[in-house]
């Protein structure tokens, strides 16, 4: 209820731009969707909206993004110019029993640009997918894991903002343990 008194108090006078930082934080999925749904309203209306947001499901509604990590700007524009220029590799989606072994196995192979979890399913990020198809499939029978699905899929923003914070982890002039964010627009 904080956060929408909140946004009442600001949207109260009209204004023709809104900062919000973190809006939907703590906020129960039911209510969240209202809020966006208000905020949507507001931007139709043609108020513009900066938004600062971890749930990449929000980013993904905004007409301009900027991924920022430690201060920095690493990829910047709609959610589909971040998708298509700064995915590195394909994304196989897995649904298999025990995904948590799965992970480890194949995080073990070193192979891959990302292993990670995505609620029961797993994403491989590769520059690869046709031959690693195999491998993983041998890998998951190995470690008695039984695969159900393996498909190839669009990368998500979730997945594209792994793998840009991972690329600028890489440069040595980024301290570590700053926070990270995507911030995005919806005007």
Not at 50 to 55: D, E, P, R, S
């Amino acid at each position: 209820w904080k956060q929408r008194l909140a946004l009442g108090a600001a949207i109260i006078h009209e204004p023709e731009m809104l900062l919000l930082d973190e809006p939907t934080a703590g906020v129960d999925p039911i209510s969240r969707r209202a809020f966006w749904d208000l905020l949507y309203d507001l931007a139709d209306g043609g108020t513009t909206i900066m938004v600062t947001t971890h749930y990449m499901d929000e980013a993904e509604h905004c007409q301009d993004l900027a991924f920022i990590q430690h201060g920095r700007i690493v990829a910047q524009g709609s959610p589909q110019e971040i998708k298509e220029t700064k995915m590195r590799g394909q994304v196989l989606e897995i649904d298999c029993d025990h995904p948590d072994v799965a992970v480890l196995a194949l995080r073990e192979l070193s192979l891959f640009e990302e292993v990670a979890l995505y609620g029961a399913l797993i994403h491989v990020v590769t520059n690869d997918a046709r031959t690693h198809e195999a491998i993983i499939r041998k890998t998951l029978q190995e470690r008695g894991v039984t695969l159900r699905t393996m498909d190839l899929i669009a990368p998500s923003l979730e997945d594209v903002f792994i793998s840009s914070v991972k690329e600028v982890k890489k440069e040595p002039q980024i301290a570590e343990g700053l926070p990270t964010e995507a911030r995005g627009s919806t005007d």
